[in-house]
């Protein structure tokens, strides 16, 4: 494979809660290598591929995780990710017992849960990993029970769910001999191969003397699966150490040690898989570096160089390479000039059209000439926070002025405020003018929650939250400011109003369901509302993402019924609570996307991804991609813990812009932010391109010839 890509798939040591938990710990991480040597972590540092929930018949999920995953390549050109589902917390799973989880992906980017592999076993899988067969057009599963006892299980169609009816136990493996490190024995395991200190395992290349997968320990010469330290020659996976030692799976040589897999003897070595203690974190595998914190590294696939630079563009931030302007430009006004932009390129190699400030005082326009310009390239600041003690910030333009509104903390979420100004910058410092409180309406205790303006037909609207008698009772209002109406004068908007069902009745029966951060989409003409709705009585469901057709003419009403699109069923999501909330659509040329804010309102809170295609049928659940992993969390941006709930809204040069809320600090209050929205090489958006990274400071100052003409 020419110009191959390696790609080290691993999990993590789980953190403090509040920064890593189990729940996402225990998920796929991936890193990147140009040389198989070298590997950096993607996505930064955090997983991208986590287990589905499994739901309840009373509509109760049970949050999954997973650990000990293993890619490998399959026969129909898809990749594969084996792997053991557990509970949460990574405890063992009764819903999985006998079975491992499977899935399959194109770019190692969008997943699909294919579900549960029965391999007909009533232990607990405790580790796997699995290779194709060619010759025998065969997949071959690899597994170990609680007892440390491996199993070969074979099929010949991963997607039937069904592993062959016999599982084959490795023989020749002594576990209590192992334990001790004996040396010298004839270890058959798993069908595979050790020959003097050496590992091939599933075709991959293991320098220095040993390998251990999921979590394994190798002493001497020695390779120890199931709870065990790698010492001297070892690959450690799923939360062991790696000592001067070298793993690489799936297709890589072997130098000074082999484990050969599927059916070869294993000579002056043992086996025994998983789960010593990370002792490393500059972790060695085959020579290879990997300075990843917390790493429990798994195996490593060579893959085309396409996809691997793909996964690499798609999973790091990019940043600001160079700054491009025309050689030569030829205007006849100052306007005209000035609608030259420059255009910045990123190192995924993505453009950014930027405003140039050109001075232009030795230029003149009445007469034609040539002249060497310079110019500045123009670019907004916005220090975070920009407003502490707000959440939830929604920014829209109206008459041609600009409005920031958001979910007040400093008071116990009683009063709504604006903003005016002139430009978005101009809204960090604006003053701040009450709109509504909880004491001017009797239906209005408090609770305001996540104000957003939306234009419907020609008219501004701001849906919200509010309780009339605590949180079990906090329902989606709207309010309408009249026709003339100046948004920041509150006698000009309506009193809030409850959003209502299409027979007329409330959207939630109070009390037993609440429903808040309710969105607009316009899609074709038609306009549709998305909120976050969340049962309580009989059973605490957690809080779902709906969608329904709402009126074009009144915009309280809902002309269909609502349909489920997003339950919190990642870990990602269900961290500390099972919320899906804050949805906001982002329309381009290329698709319908949706963010939304997941897991509990702390440090844990993050941002997820929807998407669906033009033309599609929005009512239709099916139309809905969701994205396996977040699109902004603490890990995202340094010092902004529990990035979530985010509007867009375009200014006067075209640049989409983001206002989101985060904590400076983990446990800092909820404040707003402003960051420019990036496109990736596939049109999707970036959340977390920072100043810095969006305009290299040295590449501000450009020049170019200017031709004046007649």
Known sequence: MENAKYILCYTREPQDDMIYSNRLAFSMHLAYSEDGKDFSALNHNSGVLFARATENEDKTLNAKSLKCPFIFSMEDGLYGVVAVRTDAEGENDIESKGKILFFTTADFLQYDEIGLIDLHTDNYVQDVACVYDPAAKKYLVYWRDEQQRWYRNETADMFSLEGSETNIHCEGIDIQSVGAGSQGAAVQSAGNAIQGAAVQSAGNAIQGAAVQSAGNAIQGAAVQSTGNAI??????????????????????????????????????????????????????????????????????????????????????????????????????????????????????????????????????????????????????????????????????????????????????????????????????????????????????????????????????????????????????????????????????????????????????????????????????????????????????TGAWLYIARLNRDEPWKLETDPVVISKPDYGWANNHVFVDEGPYALITDKKIFLTFASALVDATYVIGLLTAEHGSDLLDPKSWTKQNYPLLTSRSVPGEYGPGHNSYVVDDNGIIWSAYHARPGVDGPRSSGIRRVHFDIDGYPVLDLTEDKDLDPRFRRVSTRLVVKG
């Open 231 to 540: 010492q001297g020659a070892a690959v450690q996976s799923t939360g062991n150490a790696i000592r001067d030692a070298a793993v690489q799976n799936t297709g890589n040589a072997i130098w000074d040690a082999a484990v050969q897999s599927a059916g070869n003897a294993i000579q002056d070595a043992a086996v025994q898989v998983t789960g010593a203690e990370v002792q490393d974190a500059q972790t060695a595998i085959n020579g290879i570096r990997a300075d990843i914190e917390g790493i429990i590294p798994r195996n490593i696939l060579k893959v085309p160089a396409h996809i691997g630079t793909r996964l690499k563009h798609k999973l790091t931030t990019p940043v600001n390479i160079r700054v491009e302007v025309p050689d030569e430009i030829v205007a006849s006004s100052r306007d005209e000039l000035d609608r030259v932009k420059a255009r910045a390129i990123y190192s995924d190699g993505t453009v950014s059209e930027k405003v140039v400030d050109w001075h232009t005082g030795g230029v003149n326009w009445n007469r034609p000439g040539s002249y060497q310009i310079r110019g500045t390239v123009c670019q907004d600041h916005f220090e975070f926070p920009i407003a502490v003690n707000r959440a939830d910030p929604c920014i829209t333009k109206w008459n041609g002025r600009y409005y920031f509104i958001a979910t007040n903390d400093a008071d116990g979420n009683h009063t709504l405020y604006i903003r005016e100004a002139d430009s978005i910058p101009g809204l960090v410092d604006a003053e701040e003018i009450l709109l509504l409180d909880s004491d001017t309406y009797p239906h209005v205790k408090g609770l305001l929650w996540a104000p957003e303006f939306h234009v419907i037909e020609g008219d501004l609207y701001i849906f919200h939250g509010a309780c009339s008698d605590g949180f079990y009772y906090e329902e989606s209002h709207l309010m309408k400011l009249r026709k003339g109406g100046n948004p920041a004068n509150r006698e000009d908007w309506s009193a809030p109003q409850r959003i209502l069902r299409k027979d007329g009745s409330y959207l939630c029966e109070a009390g037993k369901e609440i429903s808040l951060d309710m969105t607009v989409i316009r899609q074709n003409n038609v306009y549709y509302a998305v909120w976050s709705q969340r049962q309580f009585i009989p059973v605490d």
